[in-house]
């Protein structure tokens, strides 16, 4: 673990390099002694609009080389157990970190159908919710 702990902006933008290059923020902050503790990242992370929105955008970058390393493991391992738990890896992670853009998509086929007596039903409860507001 680095020794730094005095925020500068050149400091942020090499966090923020190594995290878009593919490296998660704690093996960065292990392997590097130029990188402060994840503790001191997260504080400057809230501290620190700017260094927050670049962090932000740098974890997308992220995402994007997870994605292009998937292709390379399905192309480059041998073993398919291997390259198997690899690409799960990855995909699992960018999932997580960013579920619109990554994440399982789930599909609903559903037909709603109103009756009258539904909406005469939402109708009363509404004008119950009124009443009680206003007495």
Request: glycine share 6%.
């Amino acid at each position: 673990m680095g020794m730094t702990s005095s925020y500068t902006v050149e400091l942020a933008e090499k966090i923020c390099r190594a995290i878009a290059d593919g490296r998660p923020l704690n093996r960065v902050c292990k392997e590097e002694d130029w990188c402060p503790s994840e503790y001191t990242v997260y504080n400057w992370l809230d501290k620190h609009p700017e260094f927050a929105k670049n962090y932000a955008r740098a974890r997308e970058q992220q995402q994007e080389v997870f994605a292009a390393e998937v292709i390379s493991i399905a192309d480059t391992i041998k073993d398919p157990a291997i390259a198997r738990n690899m690409m799960d890896a990855r995909k699992w992670y960018a999932g997580k970190v960013a579920p619109k853009k990554w994440g399982d998509k789930i599909e609903i086929d559903a037909k709603i159908e109103t009756t009258g007596a539904t909406s005469e039903a939402l109708m009363a409860f509404l004008a119950a919710v009124e009443a009680q507001k206003g007495g």
